[in-house]
């Protein structure tokens, strides 16, 4: 079986949030795929719901050093010289596999997800299936893995 490609970042407990990205399109095509998972409850107060949103990322290029520092400052980073740098002193190229998730998770913290297929699920009964603007798109069996699910449903 091959490897995959998606990485995850986030919290331990995916419930609580997170993302998973492919960075094989970031060379060819300037865009990472993207999967972030959002707690609603914590968001909006949506007790029991999580967002899942599948899209891209366009990185824009990386000479253009003041947008990225608009970016890059979502997060306590700037570029400068083609390395990411954050207020502890610490160097990365911008371009390595750690410069790029960093990139990548600023880009998203700083605009979103673009062109995303948004899904609202539940574990279990607990949610409603409707709370304010949003609606319950799929309720999952209680006891169901949802790192697992979101893994075959959205990779």
Wanted: hydrophobic content about 35%.
């Amino acid at each position: 079986m091959p490897k995959s490609p998606w990485i995850y970042t986030g919290d331990v407990n995916i419930e609580h949030g997170g993302q998973y990205l492919d960075l094989s399109g970031l060379d060819d095509f300037g865009t990472v795929e993207v999967v972030q998972i959002t707690d609603l409850d914590s968001a909006c107060g949506y007790e029991g719901a999580t967002l899942i949103e599948k899209g891209t990322l366009n990185f824009p290029a990386l000479s253009d050093v003041a947008k990225w520092n608009d970016i890059l400052t979502t997060c306590g980073y700037r570029l400068e010289n083609g390395n990411v740098l954050d207020g502890a002193g610490g160097i990365i190229d911008a371009t390595s596999h750690e410069g790029n998730i960093l990139r990548a998770e600023s880009l998203l913290a700083y605009r979103g997800v673009e062109d995303a297929e948004q899904t609202t699920v539940a574990v279990g009964k607990g949610a409603p299936n409707y709370f304010r603007a949003w609606t319950l798109d799929r309720r999952l069996r209680g006891g169901t893995n949802l790192r697992n699910w979101i893994e075959r449903n959205f990779l």
